[in-house]
């Protein structure tokens, strides 16, 4: 996955949770960023505006950090890329 | 002290137009979750609820007062029409006047609101429907069920999210306790099947993609369900002196305030509800031998009621039914304590406990004996009716069966 995917999620994560960039990095994981399941599904909001997809359920379930966060969307950006539009 | 007779039952959900229907759906753990169709959910991340099967207001109201009324509020008009013919009360000119109308609703018109908005948002009109104020607000069925029998007295909605309806009945329990009001009519209505509610509910990602399935390791959310439950309460000895039919009686109410989070519930508020209930009611917690769970079957709530019924509980959990029927009937949100509460009434009444529908397999952390898929035979004196809300209020209700 590419910088600016990872800048664009660390943003989206200190704008959401009202913290300094430079608190969220790559490897920090959400307990440790004291995010909890009301935080996670506005992060998730900001997530599908800023890269404009859409996050199932079931793929965040077991989301624990920055990292696996990056890279479930990354594979959503390229499942989206690699199929025609789907209807809304 | 004056004891609160239940005289009166009413009630339109997923499990059917009267509480006759409800009674003998939760007592044979039929689920009424399917797809949703009142609303197209095609651009939506889920597509069952727990609708009122083939609603139309025309048996019910003719289409000028219709008009007038959002379908959260026909649904309280219809519940409170069964449950004023049920208890059947003497009508006097004092007891008009007197009589108190408490109902609960969490979105109230929300649905009527969403579709005039989308008048000017969307379809770029310049004018929204005049009726759009009196069917949107909260308080509407209380308003149309003082107007449909003519009562006069202290009438008002508590809005309280998913606590709603129980934080109603218990306000109009109090009021029946103390002398207050000589009849209330009480519960809560909701119909939230519309795209704007669903698509919010979507965001908060607390909806199951399949059905609800509470205490069950495999849940994955709630339910959204609609309807109403209406209860005519009236001072016990009255009730025996005229000779009503008496269902149940309620006995009991505890509410607080989590006071930590605006969506996770704790333990300890819900804890402290429970025995709230019991210490009004004068009960000790081994008296009690049926739990209507909140249930919702999120991963949350279920978890946290579990261990809040451990603390009130202790070692009287392994002789302690605790089922959801919200499996059944879904999350009707400010009327789902009403729809609790009957069904806490019925087991109570007939001796059989509803059970939780949709049940897979035993999670460690829920670990209760939550009636799992099939009804039971039991004939239980006292029973719990749990609500706890969004914003953490919660509210229970005690109740007590009839002595046979």
């Known amino acids: 996955m590419s910088d600016d995917l990872i800048q664009r999620v660390l943003k989206v994560i200190s704008t959401s949770k009202r913290i300094p960039l430079e608190t969220v990095t790559i490897d920090s994981d959400f307990a440790q960023l004291k995010i909890d399941s009301m935080d996670a599904v506005e992060i998730l909001f900001a997530l599908e505006n800023e890269f404009d997809i859409s996050i199932p359920d079931d793929a965040v379930r077991n989301v624990r950090n920055v990292r696996q966060m990056c890279a479930g969307i990354d594979q959503l950006i390229a499942d989206k890329a690699s199929s025609p539009p789907a209807a809304q | ?404």
């Open chain 2, 1 to 404: 002290m004056v004891r609160v007779a239940i005289t009166g039952l009413g009630a339109i959900c997923a499990l059917g137009h009267t509480a006759s229907e409800f009674a003998a759906a939760v007592s044979s753990g039929r689920s009424a979750i399917g797809p949703i169709r009142s609303t197209d959910v095609s651009g939506l991340r889920f597509q069952n609820g727990a609708e009122v099967p083939d609603y139309s207001h025309t048996p019910y109201f003719d289409d000028r007062r219709a008009d007038f009324m959002d379908r959260f509020a026909q649904f309280a008009v219809i519940a409170a029409r069964e449950a004023v013919a049920d208890a059947a009360p003497e009508w006097t000119p004092e007891l008009r006047e007197n009589a108190a109308i408490i109902t609960g609703s969490c979105v109230g018109g929300q649905s009527t609101e969403d579709i005039g908005f989308q008048e000017v948002y969307k379809h770029g009109r310049n004018r929204v429907h005049p009726l759009t104020i009196p069917k949107t607000m909260a308080n509407a069925g209380a308003s149309h069920i003082s107007m449909e029998f003519g009562v006069t007295g202290p009438s008002f909605t508590i809005s309280t999210a998913c606590s709603s309806a129980a934080h109603a009945i218990g306000q109009a329990y109090w009021m029946i306790r103390s002398g207050a009001a000589p009849l209330a009519i009480t519960g809560g209505s909701e119909a939230p099947f519309s795209f704007g509610i669903l698509k919010a509910w979507e965001a908060m990602r607390v909806v199951s993609p399949d059905t609800c399935r509470p205490f069950s390791k495999d849940r994955h959310g709630m339910i959204l369900g609609e309807g109403a439950a209406m209860l005519v309460l009236e001072p016990l000895d009255a009730a025996r002196a005229r000779g009503a039919r008496i269902h149940a009686e309620i006995v009991g109410f505890g509410m607080s305030a989590d006071a930590s989070h605006i969506t996770q519930p704790s333990a300890e508020g819900a804890a402290r509800a429970m025995r709230a209930a019991l210490r009004d009611a004068a009960l000790r917690p081994e008296q009690i031998g049926y739990i209507n769970a909140h249930g919702t079957g999120t991963l949350a709530n279920d978890i946290s009621e579990t261990a809040a019924i451990h603390a009130v509980f202790g070692s009287h959990v392994k002789n302690l039914p605790v089922s959801s029927t919200k499996s059944m009937h879904g999350h009707a949100l400010g009327a789902a304590g009403a729809l609790e509460c009957l069904a806490a009434i019925v087991a109570l009444r007939d001796g059989i406990l509803p059970p939780t529908a949709n049940f897979n397999e035993p999670d460690p952390e829920c670990d209760l004996d939550v009636v799992p898929n099939h009804a039971r035979a039991a004939q239980v004196e006292y029973a719990l009716s749990n609500s706890f809300a969004f914003g953490g209020l919660n509210a229970v209700l005690a109740l007590r069966a009839v002595a046979h």
